[in-house]
C-alpha cells in the first residue's frame, strides 16, 4: 500500500508542477510574446472555464463508463505534451489561441482523472486523500521557484526577451513524463452507469439542480458564481503587474500563495467549529476584497510586503471560501446529490464564474491600457469593491440557523 501511496503522490506532483508551469505567467507570456490585449488575455484564460465545462462531459460520460481512468489520463497528457510543445513556438495570438483552447480540453479532465485513480485505489479516503493531494501543491510550488530562481525567466528583462515561452517547453516535458508514467499507474477500470438515461444531467451536476430549491444553498451558489468574478482578475494579471511592478523572483514570491493554502487548510476545521459555516466563508470573500487593497496601494520598494501579504492571503481566500463552500455542498445536498452537487458548484465557479470574471478583467484591462500613473491601482480597486460588495450582500442576506452553531462545521 506505502507503494502506492509514492505512486499516487508523484502523479499529483507531476500533475500540478504541469499546470503550474505555465498557468501563472501566461499573462505575462502573452503581453510580451504576443503582443496581446486585455480582451485576448482574457480570452486566453477563459479556456480554463470552457474546459471546466467539456470536462464534465468527458470523465462522466467516457472515462467513468467505458474506459480505465489511468490510461485516459495517459492519452490526454501525451496529446497535452504535444500541445505545449508546440505553444512554445507561437509567435502570434491567432495561432495561439486555438492550440490554448484545445490544450484545456485536455487538461481540465485530468485533474478529476487524478482524483478518480486516487480514490479508487484509497481504502480510507479521508484519512488518506489529504496526504497524496498535498503533493500537488508541492509540484505547484516547486515549478513557480524553479522558474524565477533557477531560470530565472520572469525576470523584466527575460520577460522582455521573450524567455517565458521556455514554460510551455518545461510543461510539455513534464506532461511527456506524466503520460507515459500514467499508463504504469494502478488499473482504474469504468464503473457502468446504473441509469444510462440519467447520464448527461448526472456529469454535469444539472441532477442537483432541485437542491436549490433551499434558499440558502441557492443564495451561496449565487454569491459563487459572483465571487469568482473578483478571483479571475489574480489568475489573469497577477503575474504580469508584480512583473511590470519590478518585484524580483515575482513567481517564486507567488508560490506563498499555495505555502499559505497548506497552513491554513489546517485551520479550517478550527473556523469552521467555533465561527460556522456563514462567517468562515465571509472571512474567506473579505479576504479578496483586502488582497486587492493592498496591490492597489503597495508598490516594489518600502511597501513591497503589502504585495507579499496580498499573495499569502491566498491561503484564506480559497480554502475559507472554495473547500469551506464544498463542505457546506456536501452537507447540504443529501446523499442522492452529493456528486452531482459538485460537478453543479464546479461549473458555477470555474465554469460560468470565472468565464465572466475574465471577460470582465479584459475589458477593465483595455480601458487602462496606457502606461499612465495609477493603471494598476485603478485595475485593481474594481475587484477589490466587488467583492465587498458581494461579502456584504452574502453577510445581509444568508440566513443560515446553523451558522452560528459548531454544527455548521458539518
Known sequence: MRYVHQRLSLMMFLQFFVWGSWFVTLGAFMGANLNATGSETAMAFSTQSWGAIIAPLLVGLVAD???????????????????????SGAVDFEGFYPLLLAYMMCFMPTLALVNSVAFRQL?????????IRLWGTIGWIVAGLMISYAFSWDAQQAVADGLLKNTFMMAGIVSLVLGVFSFTLPSTPPVPASNESAGVLQALGLDALSVLKDRNLALFFVMSVLICIPLAFYYQYASPFLIESGVANPTGKMTLGQVSEVLFMLMLPVFLTRCG?????????????????????????????????GIALHGI??????????????????????????????????????????????????????DSIGRWE?????????????????????????????????
Open 378 to 410: 485603478t485595475i485593481w480597486l474594481y475587484p477589490a469593491g466587488f467583492a465587498l460588495l458581494v461579502a456584504i450582500t452574502f453577510l445581509l442576506a444568508f440566513r443560515d440557523r446553523s451558522s452560528n452553531s459548531k454544527s455548521a462545521a458539518l
Open 277 to 309: 459555516i456563514k462567517f468562515t466563508l465571509l472571512i474567506g470573500m473579505f479576504a479578496w476584497a483586502l488582497r486587492y487593497l493592498l496591490f492597489a496601494y503597495g508598490n516594489a520598494d518600502e511597501l513591497v510586503w503589502m504585495f507579499i501579504v
Open 317 to 370: 481566500c480559497y480554502d475559507f471560501f472554495f473547500v469551506a463552500g464544498q463542505i457546506y455542498t456536501d452537507s447540504k445536498a443529501g446523499e442522492q446529490f452529493k456528486s452531482s452537487a459538485q460537478g453543479l458548484l464546479t461549473l458555477a465557479t470555474y465554469g460560468l464564474g470565472m468565464l465572466i470574471g475574465f471577460w470582465a478583467a479584459g475589458k477593465i484591462a483595455d480601458q487602462y491600457s496606457s
Open 65 to 87: 463508463r467505458y474506459f480505465n481512468a489511468e490510461r485516459v489520463l495517459g492519452l490526454l497528457h501525451l496529446t497535452g505534451a504535444g500541445l505545449m510543445f508546440l505553444l
Open 123 to 131: 481504502s480510507d479516503t479521508a484519512a488518506e486523500f489529504g496526504k
